[in-house]
């Protein structure tokens, strides 16, 4: 018998996108920097939110990202820009206060830095 062992061979990570909906705003590059930031130990899952645009711009631009601060339990946000458009996703960690946060805020943060 295979005790223990998966069926199928060998298993796929498990993602740690989820929310009620999976959009990323920037095409490929948005989910490249979302790809990047769930690599980090402390990242437990990332929860897309609401895509709001302002104005009537041309769409695409440049891609920008930022985590802001921590919560009281070490939870983050992060902002993503694309041209005209924003959107914000929760970044649960699996570290427990705010002093934490902001040590697992700043590594990703330079995560996030191109030369």
């Given amino acids: 018998m295979n005790a223990g ?6 298993s796929k990570p ?3 996108l989820g929310g009620s909906h999976t959009t990323i705003i920037g095409n490929r590059q948005g989910k490249k920097l979302v790809a990047l930031v769930s690599q980090h130990p402390e990242v437990k899952k990332i929860i897309p939110s609401v895509i709001t645009v302002k ?3 041309s769409s695409g631009g440049l891609l920008s990202a930022k ?5 009281d339990r070490g939870n983050l946000r992060m902002l993503i820009s694309h041209g005209t458009s924003s959107q914000e996703l929760r970044i649960v960690t699996t570290v427990g ?3 934490e946060g902001e ?12 030369d």
């Fill in 103 to 114: 040590r697992v805020m700043e590594e990703i943060n330079s995560m996030l830095i191109v």
């Fill in 55 to 57: 104005g009537k711009g």
């Fill in 97 to 99: 206060n705010a002093l």
């Fill in 5 to 10: 062992k998966p069926v199928d061979g060998p």
């Fill in 67 to 71: 985590v802001l601060r921590p919560d």
């Fill in 14 to 16: 498990k993602s740690k």
